[in-house]
Structures are given as C-alpha cells and as structure tokens.
C-alpha cells in the first residue's frame, strides 16, 4: 500500500497558477503510474495528468493541454502539478493517486479507479 499526502491548491482568479504537490510513501516499489484525477460534483471524475515513473513519460487530458505541466522527483517520491492559466471550468477536488498498469498510455484512464490516494485538495477560479 501506498501513502500519499497532497499539497497546495486554493483559489485564485481566472489566469492564475497554482502547483499542487503529492509525497509518496510506502510500498511505492508495486506502482509505475502517478497523476491527478478531479470530480465535480455530478461529473464523471476525470484523469488530468499523469506520469509513468519509471519510464519518466507524461500524459495530460486535452482540457489541460498547454496549461498543465506535471513532473516527478523520484528522490523524493513526490509528484507536481503545475497549473498555469487556470480557467472556471478547472474549479474542482484534485485528487493524487498511484497504482500498477501495463501500458502507461492506460494509467490517465485508471488514475481514479486506484485504491491509494491521497485526501484531496479544492481548487477554485473565480471568473
């Protein structure tokens, strides 16, 4: 099992940036997928960012493309997202998760159905 504690988030107005911040620990030897999925109230919940940790490749949801940026300190075990340009329709819970996939072009679509993740964080932009 994986722990996975989160930082960051808040508001802030339309255009702003924020980073968000995920620390692992534990078992984090079982999982090569770590990202970011957000739920919105009556949405379907949807895969942000992701990164194939040991292969260092990067996913990111077209809503988020060229806005987004999403890395991995492997020393640390830590995951970042870099939210720039952030619009209303971004205002939701971001939650970190990580889990084992067999293709890393599979874990975007898997980031909510894992069982480690951490608490969540609100983000709201205001118009």
């Known amino acids: 099992q994986v722990q996975l504690v989160e930082s960051g988030g808040g508001s802030v107005p339309a255009g702003g940036s924020l980073r968000l911040s995920c620390a692992a620990s534990?078992?984090?030897?079982?999982?090569?997928?770590m990202g970011w999925f957000r739920q919105v109230p009556g949405k379907e919940r949807e895969g942000v960012a992701n990164?194939?940790?040991?292969?260092?490749?990067?996913y990111l949801a077209d809503s988020v493309k060229g806005r987004f940026n999403i890395s991995y300190d492997n020393a640390k075990r830590t995951v970042y997202l870099q939210m720039n340009n952030l619009k209303p329709e971004d205002t939701a819970m971001y939650y970190c998760?990580?889990?084992?996939?067999?293709?890393?072009?599979?874990?975007?679509?898997?980031?909510?159905?894992?069982?480690?993740r951490g608490q969540g964080t609100q983000i709201t932009v205001s118009s």
């Open positions: 534990g078992r984090t030897d079982t999982t090569n997928c």
């Open positions: 990164i194939d940790t040991l292969q260092d490749i990067t």
């Open positions: 998760a990580t889990g084992w996939v067999r293709r890393s072009t599979t874990c975007l679509a898997s980031l909510a159905d894992f069982g480690d």
